[in-house]
């Protein structure tokens, strides 16, 4: 077992940097990673069925991770896009798939049926893992693709159901072989079962989540918080399993209700190197599963086969795009991006084949062209890219979606009550918060009276790309520990060095350090107050509440321009020690000068009475 997984690290390293050197992604890359080390080529690796299933769990966390990032007034949003345009494409693609195969090729229709249904879904995995790297997913195209993918991961379901009323058996055998737990009840009663684990997911996430997740939190062990979501991801996959739903739905409906939760980007930074990783085998898998022997033996077929599917889906998606008025080179994009089998055609093959449906021969050249076929997704994506993409951005014809994406971004780290004032603000004149806080009783508080604060360690870099510093345009460090500021300030720079930078200093010595890091726009946390409270306590004493303020202005300007000054001399003790106390005589000094000059001010102003 170790050998095989080194066996595919090693394949990961080699192949995916070259691919995405040469402008080809690392979906292509994991792909010829897999090709490479198949049985037909270097044969480093043998059958990889029993390592796709598993792998198969990357897709489960893919949809989670998507859950995670569309609340339910987003979902709500597109749901015409999801039941209309997701309804007619299956349904069309299926047609069209089904006609070819019972009248070209003769096929016994419920095969020519079970063909199209499978055929006419296209890759999760591939095309949202692409549309992300390549920053298009909040394009027109890409939030109608996900609208049709989502469609087709529902619509395995019924698809799951329809099957075995296909079959050429009696199937008992196939019910008893089976993995449903409730394979066995009339179909009313497994409707029933199916609908109230989906409600329990439902209220489970809404009521039950947030107070455990905020228990666990409060430990400050990462690894706990992650394998908690871990957990929360396979325990509901493996319910919906159980009961013959799609893990997949099951996850997506749990992210989605969790996309609401101050816990958000916590877990969607926990989740995602596990979801990288369960992908990139995912991919790997299907590259080595193409069975060279039958693709040489079956060239021709095979070639026009995938030629004909890619067709057929890229006729059915441009006729939609032309009906639900995309424009332009979005049009294109759509079309492209779902033109290829999908990896539940996989799953749904083997059940085919269990029931008879299929033959045996039939199941290997299926799996044949949908491997090819995902295989040419992404060289379909790279041609569109080189093609239109360059024209595109020259020239836009589309906006980004508004209502999803705001375009006046700020994070906050910390939001206690230094933070808050500056939020507050923020908010105030129009701009869009990602707040982060690593104090959970702290988040609990806020959200009692409707602020939106998420659980999360600022210091970590995926934890800042989930909060979406990459699009961000400002980043306010109002964070109490002053160790971390500096640690948040450093990922920062080397990260996302677009982001201005505005920091919280606890004190003189730290935003000393502050600044030797490059920012320049601190504020010291009790600065201000205590000039204020300097300025009431000369008022108290006697003196002139005009000439109190003006001294405190310029005390508060003075010791500005210090900073600058005795920040490069920081460290050095005596340097630093004669540059202080030249700057408090040259303070005595700016005070006095400017009470002389205030004084003959008066004296002119009362003389020209």
């Known amino acids: 077992m170790l050998e095989i997984a080194v066996i595919y690290l090693v394949a990961a390293l080699v192949a995916v940097p070259v691919a995405k050197r040469?402008?080809?992604?690392?979906?292509?890359?994991y792909l010829l990673a897999?090709?490479?080390?198949?049985?037909?080529?270097?044969?480093l690796v043998g059958d990889q069925t029993s390592v796709m299933h598993f792998a198969e769990f990357g897709v489960v966390m893919m949809l989670f991770l998507v859950g995670l990032e569309l609340q339910p007034a987003r979902l709500w949003k597109l749901r015409h896009s999801i039941l209309g345009l997701g309804g007619l494409q299956v349904i069309a693609t299926t047609t069209l798939i089904f006609a070819l195969c019972f009248y070209l090729f003769s096929l016994p229709w419920q095969t020519s049926l079970a063909i199209g249904l499978m055929l006419a879904l296209s890759s999760t995995a591939i095309v949202l893992q692409t549309l992300t790297e390549k920053g298009w997913i909040k394009q027109d195209a890409g939030q109608n693709a996900f609208s049709v993918l989502l469609f087709q991961d529902i619509a395995v379901i019924p698809i799951l159901a329809i099957l075995p009323l296909l079959a050429f058996q009696d199937l008992s055998a196939a019910k008893s072989s089976g993995h449903s737990l409730i394979a066995h009840l009339p179909v009313y009663g497994q409707v029933g079962i199916s609908l109230a684990v989906i409600a329990a997911i439902i209220l489970a996430g809404k009521y039950i989540s947030s107070p455990l997740f905020r228990y666990i939190a409060e430990?400050?062990?990462?690894?706990?918080?992650?394998?908690?979501a871990l957990l929360l991801v396979i325990a509901i996959a493996l319910i919906?399993?159980?009961?013959?739903?799609?893990?997949?739905?099951?996850?997506?409906?749990?992210?989605?209700?969790?996309?609401?939760?101050?816990?958000r980007h916590e877990l969607e930074a926990d989740i995602e190197p596990f979801k990288g990783l369960l992908l990139g085998l995912f991919f790997i898998t299907v590259g080595a599963s193409i069975d060279f022997p039958l693709l040489f033996d079956k060239i021709t077929f095979v070639t026009l086969t995938v030629l004909a599917l890619i067709t057929i889906k890229a006729l059915v998606l441009f006729v939609l795009a032309h009906f639900f008025k995309m424009k332009g080179s979005q049009k294109i994009l759509f079309t492209l991006a779902l033109a290829q089998g999908g990896e539940f055609a996989f799953v749904l093959l083997s059940l085919t084949t269990n029931l008879l449906i299929t033959t045996p021969e039939q199941t290997k050249l299926i799996t044949l062209i949908v491997a090819i076929s995902m295989l040419c997704a992404p060289l379909l994506l790279i041609l569109y890219e080189k093609a239109l993409a360059r024209k595109t951005s020259a020239t836009p014809e589309f906006d980004a979606i508004k209502d999803l994406e705001p375009t006046k971004n700020v994070i906050i780290a910390g939001y206690g009550r230094f933070g808050q004032i500056i939020g507050r603000l923020l908010t105030a004149q129009g701009y869009h918060l990602s707040i982060l806080d690593h104090s959970a009783s702290q988040i609990d508080l806020l959200r009692r009276f409707g602020n939106k604060v998420f659980y999360?360690?600022?210091?970590?870099?995926?934890?800042?790309?989930?909060?979406?510093?990459?699009?961000?345009?400002?980043?306010?460090?109002?964070?109490?520990?002053?160790?971390?500021?500096?640690?948040?300030i450093k990922l920062a720079h080397k990260h996302y060095p677009h982001l201005k930078i505005l920091a919280r200093a606890v004190d003189r010595r730290h935003a000393y350090q502050i600044m030797q890091l490059g920012v320049t726009s601190l504020k010291r946390e009790?600065?201000?107050s205590a000039v204020n409270f300097g300025i009431e306590a000369l008022v108290l004493l006697g003196n002139d509440p005009v000439e109190s303020a003006r001294a405190g202005e310029l005390f508060a300007e003075h010791d500005t321009e210090s900073m600058t000054i005795l920040a490069d001399k920081w460290g050095d003790d005596k340097s630093y020690g004669v540059a202080v106390k030249q700057r408090s005589e040259d303070l005595k000094q700016v005070l006095q000068n400017d009470k002389?000059?205030?004084?003959?001010?008066k004296t002119c102003q009362k003389n020209n009475k």
Request: net charge negative.
């Open 526 to 528: 009790t600065f201000d």
């Open 34 to 43: 897999g090709i490479l080390i198949s049985p037909n080529l270097l044969g």
């Open 596 to 601: 002389i000059e205030q004084n003959k001010l």
């Open 240 to 263: 919906m399993e159980k009961i013959g739903l799609s893990p997949a739905l099951g996850t997506f409906l749990a992210g989605v209700v969790l996309a609401e939760s101050e816990f």
């Open 22 to 29: 040469l402008g080809l992604g690392s979906v292509l890359g």
């Open 219 to 228: 430990t400050r062990l990462r690894e706990i918080f992650t394998i908690a």
């Open 456 to 488: 999360g360690d600022a210091a970590r870099q995926d934890l800042l790309a989930a909060a979406g510093a990459q699009d961000a345009k400002m980043l306010v460090i109002a964070v109490d520990e002053p160790d971390k500021t500096l640690d948040i």
